[in-house]
């Protein structure tokens, strides 16, 4: 859900953009962001007009090459996206495959000790199963094996707590359309100053998503091809609002609301299916006769209420309820008052 403020800013007419005001505009989006990820001084923001998927795999394309091995997290459907973008450019990887639901810890990291690895792709929350990884665990194991990490923080920033200097991160991969609650569109990839200085030593064999251009284009404000205009001047409003409130204060916001929700369906036939939770989704199994994908619908056609279905082999067993955006505890209630009303009917 977006704030009525952000609305009513994509009803607006969409202004030219090679303009001065609107490169302002792009500095103070930068220096923000920079901000709010808790990135160093030198850091950098790439505005890229494409989806998160699209921005994963142009930080790999710009950060390494064939001379590179990797290694990924895989704990779903995200951690699997790195790994095909990986073997599509032909870089090498290896994975470090997770159950649903299993957390990362310092056993599955001790046999990648001193194993010649140069870098190391994360999704810090796998939004697929809803596990939050322990960065701390991965950031001192990048330094002490000198790895270049990757954060898709996609789902996870402004849901938890992150910092990018602190958890030794060289690349924050974020999307518009999650806990920023913005419309799809646009991602944004910070970079420290390790991964400019790989940005341009890197040969990169494309047009759009070749970082140097973006770099040197940023420096005044500016982007090299046309961004979705409207989506960065909602970010402007946005991000003042989260700086006025302060990051960390708008993180305690979403963990209060998915606290909340989790107080409020206790007694319901759900199981919380996760050992790492994040404040962004619940993960919920359905432990009745009803498989997942039939309750999706049912709140979706009865009740008007989205909630978020799987997809493949997770769609019967699982469903996750969203804590991000303008959510409040009276919408935790209408939802949870449908799942109790469906439970009486037997529908859950
Ligand atoms: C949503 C999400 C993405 C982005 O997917 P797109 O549909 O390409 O925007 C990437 N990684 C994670 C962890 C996500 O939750």
Do not use: W
């Not at 990887?93 to 140069?118: A, M, P, R, V």
């Not at 991602?187 to 064999?205: I, M, P, T, Y």
């Not at 708008?250 to 994040?278: C, H, N, Y």
């Not at 359905?286 to 008007?304: M, N, R, S, T, W």
Request: charged letters at 20%; aromatic letters at 8%.
């Amino acid at each position: 859900m977006m704030e009525q403020d952000i609305l009513k800013i994509g009803s607006e007419q969409i202004p030219y953009f090679r303009t001065e005001q609107f490169s302002n505009l792009m500095l103070e989006n930068e220096m923000l962001m920079n901000k709010c990820v808790k990135a160093s001084e030198s850091a950098r923001v790439i505005f890229l007009t494409a989806s998160g998927t699209a921005a994963m795999e142009a930080t790999i394309m710009n950060l390494f090459d064939t001379s590179d091995k990797l290694l990924i997290v895989n704990g779903g459907t995200f951690g699997t996206r790195f790994k095909e973008i990986c073997d599509i450019h032909g870089f090498l990887s290896e994975e470090i495959c997770l159950d649903h639901g299993e957390i990362l810890t310092n056993q599955h990291l001790e046999s990648y000790e001193n194993k010649n690895f140069t870098g190391f792709l994360i999704n810090m929350h796998e939004t697929s199963t809803g596990v939050l990884y322990d960065m701390e665990l991965v950031g001192d194991f990048c330094k002490r094996n000198n790895l270049m990490l990757v954060v898709d923080a996609i789902s996870s920033f402004l849901a938890d707590r992150y910092d990018m200097s602190e958890y030794n991160v060289n690349a924050t991969i974020l999307s518009s359309q999650k806990a920023i609650a913005l419309p799809p569109g646009m991602s944004f990839v910070v970079l420290d100053g390790k991964a400019q200085e790989r940005v341009l030593r890197n040969n990169v064999k494309s047009l759009y998503f070749n970082f140097k251009n973006y770099l040197l284009d940023g420096l005044r404000g500016q982007t090299p091809y046309t961004p979705a205009v409207g989506i960065l001047l909602q970010l402007r409003e946005r991000l003042r609002i989260i700086d006025n409130i302060g990051v960390d204060k708008t993180v305690e916001e979403v963990a209060r609301i998915a606290q909340d929700f989790r107080t409020k369906i206790k007694g319901l036939p759900l199981m919380i299916a996760s050992s790492a939770l994040s404040n962004a989704v619940t993960p919920l199994k359905p432990i009745g006769k009803v498989p997942a994908d039939e309750i999706f619908k049912c709140l979706k056609d009865h009740y008007q209420i989205y909630v978020c279905p799987n997809g493949g082999s997770l769609s019967k067993v699982l469903f996750r309820v969203g804590h991000i955006g303008a959510l409040t505890e009276d919408d935790n209630s209408e939802l949870v008052n449908a799942l109790i009303d469906m439970n009486k009917k037997g529908l859950l």
